[in-house]
């Protein structure tokens, strides 16, 4: 059986539920974050493990959300018992930072700044 395997049934086996006041709950697992658009790290909570390829919807730092794209998934032993930890390597999806200048060359604002720079003169002069 493949690692990949293994570590999935270990962490299921885990991690399946819990019991809180006699019910039977989903356990989540908190997964580690590593943004590499905003380099930054954060432990979120998921119900699933997503894969390479897929999306999410994360919370940008201005409060927008936005896709990001799953790169990397990999696992480390914890530091207490015999349990891997998942951790995500993402990106924000191309296309999806569509409000910035650099991203939308055809944007009123950009046509405005380039005009206020000089870049278009009236009157035909060179």
């Known amino acids: 059986m493949p690692l990949r395997c293994l570590v999935c049934l270990q962490i299921i086996k885990h991690l399946d539920s819990t019991t809180v ?4 709950v989903p356990a ?9 658009t905003h380099q930054t790290q954060s432990r979120i909570r998921f119900a699933a493990v997503p894969r ?3 999306g999410l919807r994360l919370r940008e730092p201005d409060g927008m959300w936005a896709s990001y794209d799953v790169l990397d998934v990999w696992y480390q032993k914890a530091e207490f018992g015999d349990v891997w930890m998942p951790y995500l390597h993402v990106r924000v999806t191309p ?3 569509v409000g910035t200048l ?13 005009y206020e720079t000089g870049r278009a003169a009236m009157g035909g002069g060179r």
Do not use: T
């Open 21 to 24: 006041a006699g019910k039977r």
């Open 28 to 36: 989540v697992i908190e997964i580690e974050v590593q943004n590499e």
């Open 52 to 54: 390479i390829g897929e």
């Open 95 to 97: 296309g999806e930072m």
């Open 102 to 114: 650099e991203a939308d060359p055809y944007s009123d604002d950009f046509a405005a700044q380039s």
